[in-house]
Each structure stands twice: as structure tokens, then as C-alpha cells.
T-cell receptor
């Protein structure tokens, strides 16, 4: 069983719409949660992190965390063609806030003009 | 400011040869991580260094893989007797171990084993 699960996609989103990405994780001890964006052939770049239940907003991005349901999501508002990429969910693999990350396989997002 | 740098960017080798991959973390970052990403896959943790502590080697797939970090800065990942299944992009990340361990990735080294 994969420890961090994401829908592989592709998730097709019209330009200007909201993209909703989901991620579930198996380790209840995980403390910190990250969303990375990865363009084809490039390395992952950090979009945002969250460690408290609830919502966290940063520009057009909103991360949502529900530790009871072991669920974290990312919303991308006003999606742009430049948002077309693979989005990786990552979870700390230990019970503190630091250390190695466990990654999901990623969700491919395609924003269509 | 300078980010994480890795060299070489691409490496093609023959099966059975040894390779060394280098990572230069962001200045002042005390934690350094190695991951690898096979084609179309997510990232797989390999090894983690934090300051002077013993490294976490729990992700190394076999004893052909080793890594060291000299002077708390530059790290080298060595793969001995390379196999075709070692072909992947090897990514290095560093972090400052602040409140949350936000890891910043280098551009990666694409390793191809023929």
C-alpha cells in the first residue's frame, strides 16, 4: 500500500477555473505537508506547506489539511496555462516536523486556454 | 542568491562502472537530502544528513550506494557497479531546519546506465 496517494490525472482544467488536487496519507504521525510543482524535465519547486488543520492561502493557492481524515488538498484558483505541471504531495515521514519526505506519484494538471 | 547546485547535469555510463554525483547545498543549510526519481515516478528518498549526526541511510536501495558529506557542506553520492535499473534522475535537496523543514531541490543529475 502506497503511503502517500494522489490521483495521477491528467486533470484537465479550463483557464480561469479552479483546479482541485487531493492527497491522502497513511501515517497518522505525520506532522508537515508540502505541495511541490514539477514542470516536465525540471526539479520540484516548493509551492507551499501546511502543518495545522484548516486552510492556508498563498496567492492563488490554498492548501487544506484534515489530520483526522488524513487528507490534504491543494486548490489553484484562476488557473493559468503556466500552471500546467505535475503537482507532488509530500509528507514528513517522521513524527516531528523534519526529516525525509514521502512523496506521492503526482497529479498532472493541464490547463486548457 | 545561489540555490542548490548539482553536477554533472547528465551522466551516461556503462553497466558495471562506478559513478559519483555531487551536490552543493544552499549556504547555511544544515540538512541535505538525496532522492531519486525514475521515469514517470514520484521521488524516492535515499539518504539524509543533518549537521554532525549520523546520516539516515534507510532509503539506500543496496550496498552499492553510498554517500558522504564533507565539512557539513558538499555531498557526494557514489554508485558502484552501476546497473540499468539505477537509471534515474538523482535529486539533492537542502533545508535550514527552521520551524518546518522546507526542502529546496537542485536541478538534478540524469543518470543513464547503458
Amino acid at each position: 500500500q502506497k503511503e502517500v496517494e494522489q490521483n495521477s490525472g491528467p486533470l484537465s482544467v479550463p483557464e480561469g477555473a479552479i483546479a482541485s488536487l487531493n492527497c491522502t496519507y497513511s501515517d497518522r504521525g505525520s506532522q508537515s505537508f508540502f505541495w511541490y510543482r514539477q514542470y516536465s524535465g525540471k526539479s520540484p519547486e516548493l509551492i507551499m506547506f501546511i502543518y495545522s488543520n484548516g486552510d492556508k492561502e498563498d496567492g492563488r493557492f490554498t492548501a487544506q489539511l484534515n489530520k483526522a481524515s488524513q487528507y490534504v488538498s491543494l486548490l489553484i484558483r484562476d488557473s493559468q496555462p503556466s500552471d500546467s505541471a505535475t503537482y507532488l504531495c509530500a509528507v514528513t515521514a517522521t513524527t516531528d516536523s523534519w526529516g525525509k519526505l514521502q512523496f506521492g506519484a503526482g497529479t498532472q494538471v493541464v490547463v486548457t486556454p | 542568491g545561489a540555490g542548490v547546485s548539482q553536477s554533472p547535469s547528465n551522466k551516461v555510463t556503462e553497466k558495471g562502472k562506478d559513478v559519483e554525483l555531487r551536490c552543493d547545498p544552499i549556504s547555511g543549510h544544515t540538512a541535505l537530502y538525496w532522492y531519486r526519481q525514475s521515469l514517470g515516478q514520484g521521488l524516492e528518498f535515499l539518504i539524509y544528513f543533518q549537521g554532525n549526526s549520523a546520516p539516515d541511510k534507510s532509503g539506500l536501495p543496496s550496498d552499492r550506494f553510498s554517500a558522504e558529506r564533507t565539512g557539513g557542506s558538499v555531498s557526494t553520492l557514489t554508485i558502484q557497479r552501476t546497473q540499468q535499473e539505477d537509471s534515474a534522475v538523482y535529486l539533492c535537496a537542502s533545508s535550514s531546519r527552521s520551524l518546518v523543514d522546507t526542502q529546496y531541490f537542485g536541478p538534478g543529475t540524469r543518470l543513464t546506465v547503458l
